[in-house]
């Protein structure tokens, strides 16, 4: 085929397959990026989804801003960012030469130059697998079909659009592989500088394409060394084939000389500890059935299909034929191929099985022993991260497969069916592939005041963003995305490894700030280092963070006197650290009355006296802790700020007296009183929290002084609660639930958007017991959307009972419904959100209803 003719088919052939794979893509290509290739909700467009994909375009943009003399040379001062620019000058690659080719398409907008970026390294890939399969395959057209394995992979798409850096680095191994080829198969030096080049890019663009393509090189050249026509075994051969390879062993060196210069203090001593732990690599290890099923998570990444298992099995078959029934013209080749076939098998093989990892055959016996004989393997916490390499492998070994077949076949016949195979191929990994696409916003306005405020002020903007995360969480890709919109300097970030000075110096000492907590010595502590706002993201706020809702830590925060309200927008709101005597924020008031509970314990997973645990139908797990005299149980600690009306609800029964003695960062704190139990049937007790410090880790020991008590639950709440008496009504801002959205500064409500939040039970709470008795509970609530439009469901339930619907929101309806409750077990109120409209819910009301009304 002619030279230019293959790498401009392969442009057309690789946008269609791009197209069709990374569809609703190509529709929202200027103004939104892949974030998943498995969405989970009906919608496939979301607004600032958290996640990889936001950290990949963060340091492609911050790369592209290097070059345009925006931000210091190798300098990546908008996160981690403690007051000294100059300390976090630090020499990276930068993903290279990918971040140059964003950097040629940044001018067009951030969204594109990535989606331009992913799709070149596509098109690269399948050229350059193309190139690789011709010297294995018969024809250029079973080549062509064959190369189609190296983009069509779920692992590669799966990584691509979920913004993994390996879904770009792959175009390499093609490259390195083909340059390795060339050098032992037919000499060539320039073959040898290919793959030292692609080794070299490697290690800027992806540590593990790095690591596996290293382990690949030596067993690739024993492969091409089986396709030598002639010559085999000569030394001038010999010598002429390390010559050749000699590129690669010096591009080699240096990749491992520089990537040890860029490698983090953080990675450095994660690898020093020895590595990840068998543990870590189990929970991130697929399942076998992975290899021919979609089970989603991580077994997807594995898969190979069904059509990938006939097509070898069948070639499996043809290979086993005899020599004598191949024309005498292809005997020599069919050797080749057939000793290039069984390698690769068996290489495929044993890449299959380290891709299991711990859950590979004898419980990962082969994984454990490759950690142990090359020692950086430790590192992998995914172990099917090696599929990176099966693209590569695969489209070979298809080309062999074909090949073989091809000398048994008539042609024309045999043409249909490599298409039809090719056809059904991808329709089968494309089933799997069902991208979900992040839009990005133009603009934040909480963010912009900042920088606004900070340049009115004459000072450089430096924030640190609420919440505070130990520095490996995805939530903070959303911060990284803001900061660089305005170039705010922000003391938190996002990495996978984080150092323990960030852990030690920052996220321990201010950590209460996520409750809403900052002493003076904090603010202190954030002056010298020159920070003067906080921005908090309500909207980014799992139960993780605090045993309360994000409304708890809000109200606190904006009644911090030395806090100075600027703005709200779209859930962030960004604050100014003032004097106290300066402090003029504006009027607003959040109302929180009742601290629904983010943390609640079974009983029985708190002793250690397995005989202790008893099997109760009418307990909340259908099991519960029975506690003799002189026995007790320990609640886990939880760090929380103190605050009037802490206290732990106990859901107990039988006969005895309890005590409850409470520890403070694990020293004895207060002693509640003796709490008399006297019931056969459950009921709850509270125990006051009365802490000494301003915050604490807070645990408590709940023991039995005399008698035999069972224990069922225990939960940690606040905030002024009761049960309800028959006739009773209380109503509940919807700030005391936990939700999405945002909430609105001029009514209190709370507000969910299309695309911007998740069509899912995204506001719930309460998760309080209440007596026995039938209740009527009312979503109080607004929407724009048309007649009849369904924006929303009332659900109540629990996970023992399970959850119902009792109404639907509508535009002109109320949302009631009613429920009875035969036990005192704690229950959920929540709204599942349809996204088809804007819905903005001010409370909740919850009404006992009296005996009569139960009798009608």
């Not at 799997?432 to 839009?439: E, K, N, V």
């Not at 006296?609 to 609640?635: F, H, K, P, W, Y």
């Amino acid at each position: 085929m002619n030279r230019w003719l293959r790498p401009m088919l392969s442009f057309f052939v690789a946008f269609a397959v791009w197209t069709a794979f990374s569809w609703p893509l190509p529709q929202h290509v200027f103004h939104g990026i892949p974030w998943s290739a498995h969405r989970t909700q009906s919608d496939s467009v979301s607004v600032m989804t958290a996640g990889d994909h936001l950290q990949l375009l963060y340091h492609f943009w911050l790369a592209s801003d290097m070059l345009q003399g925006n931000t210091p040379a190798f300098s990546n001062i908008y996160e981690f960012n403690t007051g000294d620019d100059a300390a976090l000058r630090c020499v990276r690659p930068y993903y290279f030469p990918f971040c140059y080719v964003y950097h040629l398409f940044a001018h067009s907008g951030r969204a594109w130059a990535l989606n331009v970026t992913g799709f070149i390294s596509i098109w690269g890939t399948f050229w350059l697998t193309w190139c690789l399969t011709r010297r294995y395959a018969q024809s250029e057209w079973i080549a062509m079909a064959a190369a189609l394995l190296g983009i069509a992979l779920p692992f590669r798409w799966i990584s691509l659009l979920g913004g993994s850096p390996i879904g770009l680095s792959m175009l390499w191994a093609p490259m390195m592989v083909l340059g390795v080829d060339m050098a032992v198969r037919d000499s060539r030096p320039f073959g040898g500088l290919m793959a030292g080049v692609a080794m070299l890019f490697m290690a800027w663009t992806d540590s593990h394409m790095f690591f596996f393509g290293a382990l690949i090189a030596p067993a690739w050249s024993v492969v091409a060394w089986t396709q030598r026509a002639q010559d085999v075994g000569r030394w001038r051969t010999i010598r002429r084939v390390v010559v050749a390879l000699l590129p690669l062993g010096l591009f080699l060196a240096l990749a491992l000389v520089l990537n040890k210069a860029f490698m983090s203090k953080a990675t450095t001593t994660l690898l020093a500890s020895g590595g990840r732990s068998m543990a870590d690599a189990m929970n991130a290890a697929p399942q076998a059935t992975g290899f021919f099923w979609f089970l989603g998570g991580n077994s997807d990444q594995v898969y190979l299909g069904w059509c990938m298992l006939l097509l070898v099995l069948m070639a499996v078959v043809v290979f086993s034929l005899r020599t004598g029934s191949v024309a005498r013209s292809q005997q020599e080749a069919w050797l080749r191929w057939r000793v290039a076939f069984w390698l690769l098998v068996l290489g495929m093989m044993g890449m299959m099985i380290l891709a299991l990892g711990p859950r590979g055959p004898k419980h990962g016996w082969i994984f454990g022993h490759v950690r142990a004989w090359i020692p950086p393997y430790t590192m992998i916490r995914q172990p099917a991260k090696i599929f990176c390499l099966v693209p590569t492998v695969l489209a070979v070994l298809v080309a062999l497969s074909w090949s073989s077949v091809a000398q048994i076949a008539r042609e024309r016949f045999f043409r249909v069916v490599v298409w039809v195979w090719v056809a059904m191929m991808l329709l089968e990994y494309k089933h799997g592939i069902r991208p979900a696409i992040c839009l990005l916003d133009k603009e934040q306005t909480a963010y912009r005041v900042v920088a606004e405020d900070a340049l009115e002020r004459g000072v450089l903007p430096r924030a640190v963003v609420l919440p505070l995360w130990p520095g490996d969480s995805h939530w903070a890709s959303l911060y990284e995305y803001y900061v660089s919109l305005y170039r705010i300097r922000m003391l938190n970030g996002y990495h996978p490894v984080v150092k323990s000075d960030y852990m030690d110096e920052v996220f321990l000492k201010l950590e209460s700030a996520n409750k809403g907590l900052l002493t003076d010595d904090q603010v202190q502590y954030l002056k010298q280092m020159g920070i003067d706002y906080i921005l908090f993201h309500e909207n980014a706020f799992p139960e993780k963070v605090s045993p309360f809702s994000s409304g708890w830590t809000l109200k606190r925060l904006l009644e911090h006197p030395q806090l100075d309200w600027l703005t709200q927008a779209d859930g962030i709101w960004a604050f100014r650290i003032v004097p106290a005597e300066h402090r003029h924020s504006q009027e607003f008031t959040l109302t929180v009355p009742v601290l629904f509970p983010a943390r609640s314990w079974e009983a029985e997973s708190l002793v250690t006296n397995r005989m202790a645990v008893a099997v109760m139908e009418d307990a909340s797990c259908d099991r519960a802790a029975v506690l003799m005299t002189g026995e007790s149980m320990r609640i886990p600690p939880v760090r929380l700020p103190a605050d009037d009306g802490l206290r732990w609800l106990l859901r107990v029964r039988g006969e005895g007296v309890l005590q409850a003695h409470l520890y403070e960062n694990g020293n004895p704190g207060a002693v509640s009183g003796e709490l008399e139990v006297n019931d056969a049937a459950w009921r709850w007790l509270e125990v006051p929290i009365a802490m000494q410090s301003s915050y604490a880790a807070l645990s408590a020991d709940i023991g039995v002084l005399r008698g035999r008590v069972a224990l069922d639950m225990a939960i940690l709440m606040g905030g002024a609660w009761h049960a309800l008496a028959p006739g009773e009504i209380m109503e509940i801002p919807a700030t005391a639930f936990f939700h999405a959205g945002y909430t609105d500064s001029q009514s209190g409500a709370v507000v969910l958007r299309p695309q911007r939040d998740a069509a899912a039970v995204i506001f719930y709470g309460w998760r309080l017991p209440v007596e026995a008795g039938e209740y009527e509970v009312e979503v109080l609530f607004q929407t724009w959307a048309s007649e009849g439009v369904k924006v929303g469901e009332l659900i109540c339930g629990n996970k023992k009972e399970g959850e119902s619907v009792l109404a639907e929101l509508k535009p002109g309806a109320r949302a009631v419904g009613r429920f009875t409750r035969t036990n005192n077990l704690p229950f959920q109120i929540g709204v599942r959100y349809t996204g088809a409209d804007t819905l903005e819910i001010s409370a909740v009301r919850l009404t006992r209803l009296p005996d009569a009304e139960k009798n009608k």
